[in-house]
């Protein structure tokens, strides 16, 4: 059997003590700003291991489950953290296009 090798820390994992990952502030190099025509918009992709939940997306009401990679967002405003959303990466690209009528909240 081979030794096991080391796993380089994340940029959360440095201080030692396994820090949490913040998930409603906004961190630089994690999350982008999206500018949109329907506003500014905060916005951070998951990968399907960050993913240990199910979550309904508001695009298209469909489940995402766990370890399926996909995208958060929230409004770019302050206090905007609160409405956060969990959307597929397909659904969040083309919510623009289904129009009214359907509510992404």
Not at 74 to 85: F, I
Not at 91 to 96: A, G
């Amino acid at each position: 059997m081979s030794p096991r090798r080391a796993r380089r820390a994340g940029p959360f994992d440095r201080d030692g003590k396994g820090a949490a990952r913040p998930v409603g502030a906004f961190v630089p190099g994690l999350d982008r700003t999206e500018d949109w025509p329907d506003g500014e918009w905060r916005v951070r992709r998951l990968t399907g291991g960050a993913a240990d939940k199910v979550y309904r997306c508001p695009g298209c009401d469909q489940e995402i489950g766990a370890r399926v990679p996909h995208v958060v967002s929230w409004p770019a405003w302050p206090g905007g953290e609160d409405e956060r959303r969990h959307w597929h990466s397909a659904c969040w690209r083309n919510r623009l296009r289904h129009g009214p009528g359907r509510s992404r909240y």
